[in-house]
Structures are given as C-alpha cells and as structure tokens.
T-cell receptor, first 116, second 115 residues
Framework: NAGVTQTPKFRVLKTGQSMTLLCAQD?????MYWYRQDPGMGLRLIHY???????AKGEVPDGYNVSRLKKQNFLLGLESAAPSQTSVYFC???????????????FGPGTRLTVL | GDSVTQMEGPVTLSEEAFLTINCTYT??????LFWYVQYPGEGLQLLLK?????DKGSNKGFEATYRKETTSFHLEKGSVQVSDSAVYFC??????????????FGSGTRLQVQP
C-alpha cells in the first residue's frame, strides 16, 4: 500500500496563476482533508470531504476549491494564487467518523508551494 | 471554539533526558485527544491517542494521560534519543457542522535531542 500520496512535491507560482494539487489514497477511506501548515500556526483545515461527490469548508477555505469525483482522489485548486498562499499543504484521510470519536488520520508527505 | 495550546519550542535536551511537552485544550463535550509527530521532510504520523478521561495513550516509550479535570494531555518520555528529534503536535477532535468532527491542532513543539 502506498498510503496517501501527493503531487507535486514542490511548486513555484507567480501571483495570479492557477494550479491543482492532487491527493490519492489507496486505503478505501471515506474521509479526506486538506490542511495548510504555516510556521508557528500548526495545521489548519482548508476543506474536507466525507465521501465521493461531497465537500465541505474547513477553517480557512477562502481562495481554494476542492473536488472529490472519485473516492480515492481529493483535488485542491488555487484559481488565482496569492503570496499569502505560500505554505506547505498536507492531505490526509481517515475512516468514517462514528460515535463522535475521530479515527486516526493518515497524512501524505506534503507539497511545498511558493507564490511569488 | 475548540482549541489546543502547547508549549513553544524548541525544546533542547541531551540524550537520555526526561521529556515533557505540555498540552492543554478547550472543547465542548468530550473530544478525543492525539499526539502526532512530524519528522524532517515528512508528513504527520499518529504517535498516540486517548478517547476518554483518564485514558493513557502510549507508543514507542511516549505516554500521555487524558486529564479532564485539568483539560490537559501532556506528552512524556523517560529517556529521549537523538532519533526522537522532530516536531510534536497535540490535537483534538473538534466538533464541526452536522455533528461531524475534524482535528484541531496545536502550533507544534520542536524537540532537538543532542548526543
């Protein structure tokens, strides 16, 4: 099992450019998440998905869009990149949440994005 | 809203020293609590978790006890190794919309262990 994979690993964009980050998991997990990690701020949830075809906003969704057309894939899009979106982006997945108890999230290796 | 506060780093220790990283939380209801570890250049990995009050999570010599009365989940290890050098994140399962839960993370504590 590859677990959670992310592409690309690194990317440099100019302000106003667009791009899509791809996340794939082979564990048949229902839930998938996109986080951004900034120095001194830990991880903040951007968007998440509770199943194929469904997405929801997290803590910091502005400037990002997501899609979950297939259960194993979760795409994060930046339509018009801004320097404030320079960050490390992590994708994660987990089994469905039941009884109010969160199950373990499995993380990808991250994508380092720089917006000039 | 729900939140996690952890001690700021970096924490620098000599090999075989005792480690404590403090974590306190604010939450409604009864969240599950987690410690994740991030080694250089990698994603986060679950280190241990506790799902109810007085539970003790343990893994790889690390321990943390869910203390409801003090709203704390401090991470401890009796004897650290150089290979434990990493960033440690405390997290809780925060309530989202429609009763769903997602993880809320602390800001992370960098541990540096010197030989």
């Amino acid at each position: 099992n590859a677990g959670v994979t992310q592409t690309p690993k690194f990317r440099v964009l100019k302000t106003g450019q667009s791009m899509t980050l791809l996340c794939a998991q082979d564990m048949n997990h229902e839930y998938m998440y996109w986080y951004r990690q900034d120095p001194g701020m830990g991880l903040r949830l951007i968007h998440y998905s509770v199943g194929e075809g469904t997405t929801a906003k997290g803590e910091v969704p502005d400037g990002y869009n997501v899609s979950r057309l297939k259960k194993q894939n979760f795409l994060l899009g930046l339509e018009s990149a801004a320097p404030s979106q320079t960050s490390v982006y992590f994708c994660a997945s987990s089994y469905s949440i039941s009884g109010g108890v969160s199950n373990e999230q499995f993380f990808g290796p991250g994508t380092r994005l720089t917006v000039l | 809203g729900d939140s996690v506060t952890q001690m700021e780093g970096p924490v620098t220790l000599s090999e075989e020293a005792f480690l404590t990283i403090n974590c306190t939380y604010t939450a409604t209801g009864y969240p599950s609590l987690f410690w994740y570890v991030q080694y250089p250049g990698e994603g986060l990995q679950l280190l241990l978790k506790a799902t109810k009050a007085d539970d003790k999570g343990s893994n790889k010599g690390f321990e943390a006890t869910y203390r409801k009365e003090t709203t704390s989940f401090h991470l401890e290890k009796g004897s650290v190794q150089v290979s434990d050098s990493a960033v440690y994140f405390c997290a809780l399962s925060a309530r989202m919309d429609m009763g769903r839960r997602a993880l809320t993370f602390g800001s992370g504590t960098r541990l540096q262990v010197q030989p």
